[in-house]
């Protein structure tokens, strides 16, 4: 067994070729070699070596390239590493394979790499932070402020490195210097919130009340969609003031607009009960870890995934505990693609963790991606037992099922989610436009326009209600005038969706207004080119208006695009004799 000290005493370059060693003869991870490794043989060190500095490696590291670009980061890791290990100084390649280190959450390489870096580039912004929350994590915040301090601050590091600094500060009790750390921030109007967010937490900290409530109300007064965590740090801060009443309060705002968040139903229902609550932020290195999870969660939310993953992975590393930025971690994963990752780290969240409904109903979700649908069956249908009150289960039930064309079973799962909502409210129309479609394409038309007319007294101007039921109108020649009035409200709601400029399209098409049937059927191909429905109806209207040669073409291309089987019989038979009066 090795110290820490043994384990620090390995250079960059050794540790590097011994990983691409085990990488080469055994398919090992890079973190799993390392965790397995003590000195390796000198002769297998050269052997890596010369394998390393052989062709190969120009291949390994365009696939690196191509995996990080596709978002698989533990593949990019693993060709990046081992390219690296036939060139460790390269500066190009120390640059990438270190950000995908990070990104795939492999952080015992990842420190090595970032020492290497920072001695060559004193004033890199990501190494410090790196080494910084390194530090963070072994409660050394010198050291950690140390490494803040050297951090270029060029582009989103304007952001993130006065917050490192900031909570570096305040690990050495130093909470004065640590605010004035994030007053650069309210230069930039992007940043003010982050800086309002922090004084708040820091101040809570110190134990400076006043300030702390000050901060916390300027940030949810008049916020019209602001950051649920926000709601959750105020209310945490008003309990342990003995204000369980207000904290409530706040805690039914942030979930009136998100009445199905458990963490704020909880929240909500818990308020006052059992004596006050632990702190939101309990130290300095977990209000580093809420500022890592937030700047994770606003590049997630700008596509820039990588990074949001870089730092997401540097929140869990700082605390590991910490089952929001797991939940994001999952989606990024999601986002990319990759569902066996993504319902790892979802396994990662503790059953009993208010975050674990969400995990598991998004676990569901991976598994029906990936085609396991009696797994996520299964599991969501434990999910439904478990919390006998609660919908989101059974209406995912009924999607699955809907997806896979099982009408009859869909509706069965959405007619049991209905009957857990005694008053049906506005959020509800999303349940009864599904279980509408299902019924309707279950061939029960009386049932399906009910929940279509209640779900639009929900929400009047639904566009896609509107469209959904002016369009069944429409193919059923029903209440036409009101169909297409709407569909004409549908399309001005949502003028870039294909779907619905069909559907307007198609109504005038059944109205007998041919021309404007093609100006629109050409808009909806435009937004919507590889759609079999909608390249035949535009076939259709071609005809009626003696574009013969380009009616038989869109019709071809509907063939083409894989319509249902039913419409295949019908298309071909225009195809052969045109369209019939």
């Known amino acids: 067994m090795h110290s820490h000290s043994d384990r620090e005493a390995w250079t960059w370059p050794a540790l590097i070729l011994a990983v691409s060693m085990f990488i080469a003869v055994g398919g090992a991870r890079p973190v799993e070699a390392v965790n397995r490794l003590s000195e390796p043989p000198i002769g ?17 590291y365009l696939a690196g390239r191509a995996a990080r670009r596709d978002g698989d980061s ?80 060029r582009r989103l590091y304007r952001l993130i490195v006065p917050l490192v600094e900031a909570w570096t500060k305040a690990g050495l009790s130093q909470f004065d210097d640590a605010t004035k750390s994030l007053t650069v921030l309210a230069k930039r109007k992007a940043f003010v919130d982050f800086q309002r967010y922090h004084d708040a937490l820091i101040d809570d900290l110190a134990g400076n009340s006043d300030k702390a409530e000050t901060a916390y109300r300027s940030l949810v007064e008049g916020d019209e969609g602001g950051n649920l965590r926000w709601y959750q740090a105020y209310g945490n801060f008003l309990e342990r003031s003995g204000r369980a009443e207000d904290a409530k309060k706040i805690y039914q705002r942030a979930r009136e607009r998100d009445p199905d968040d458990v963490v704020l139903t909880r929240l909500v229902e818990n308020a006052g009960q059992g004596g006050p609550p632990q702190r939101f932020v309990a130290d300095a290195g977990t209000g580093l870890a809420e500022a890592l999870f937030g700047v994770a969660t606003v590049l997630s939310q700008e596509g820039a995934l990588e990074a949001a993953m870089t730092y997401a992975r540097l929140a869990v590393y700082l605390r590991p505990d910490y089952p929001v930025a797991q939940v994001l971690i999952g989606r990024i994963l999601e986002a990319h693609q990759h569902w ?16 674990a409904w969400d995990s598991q109903l998004r676990t569901a979700s991976s598994l029906q991606r990936l085609e396991r649908y009696d797994e996520a069956i299964a599991l969501l249908g434990r999910m439904a037992e478990r919390q006998p009150k609660r919908t989101e289960s059974l209406v995912a039930l009924g999607d699955l099922y809907r997806s896979r064309e099982r009408w009859r079973e869909a509706v069965l799962e959405y007619d049991r989610a209905v009957k857990r909502v005694p008053d049906l409210a506005t959020a509800n129309w999303t349940l009864l436009y599904a279980r509408g479609i299902a019924l309707e394409r279950a061939k029960d038309w009386k049932h399906a326009e009910v929940d279509f007319l209640r779900a639009l007294e929900l929400r009047p101007d639904q566009p896609l209600v509107l469209n959904y039921l002016g369009y069944s109108w429409i193919e059923q020649g029903q209440n ?24 307007l399209g198609w109504v005038m098409f059944r109205l007998g207004e041919f021309p404007g049937a093609v100006k629109q059927l050409e808009r909806a191909v435009e937004l919507r080119p590889q759609d079999p429905v909608i390249n035949d109806h535009l076939g259709d209207a071609y005809w009626r208006v003696g574009r013969e040669v380009e009616a038989r073409f869109q019709w071809q291309r509907a063939l083409a695009f894989k319509p249902e089987e039913k419409f295949i019989p019908e298309i071909k038979g225009k195809l052969d004799e045109g369209l019939r009066p």
Request: charged residues 30%; glycine residues 4%; proline residues 4%.
């Open 44 to 60: 297998e060190l050269a052997q890596a070596t010369a394998e390393a500095k052989g062709p190969s490696i120009l291949g390994r």
């Open 74 to 153: 533990t593949s990019a890791a693993d060709f990046l590493a081992f390219a690296l290990a036939g060139d460790p100084k390269n500066e190009q390649l120390q640059a990438e394979a270190f950000a995908v280190l990070i990104a795939d959450g492999r952080m015992v390489l990842a420190l090595a790499l970032a020492s290497e870096i920072q001695k060559r580039e004193p004033r890199t912004a990501l190494g410090n932070i790196v080494l910084a929350v390194a530090a963070a994590k072994r409660s050394d915040f010198k050291t950690a402020q140390s490494h803040a301090s050297k951090a270029s601050r």
């Open 480 to 503: 036409l005038d009101r169909a297409r009035k709407m569909i004409e409200k549908a399309v001005s709601l949502r003028p870039r969706d294909g779907y619905i400029v069909d559907s």
């Open 340 to 355: 066996e990752k993504a319902i790892a780290a979802y396994e990662r969240i503790a059953p009993k963790s208010d975050y």
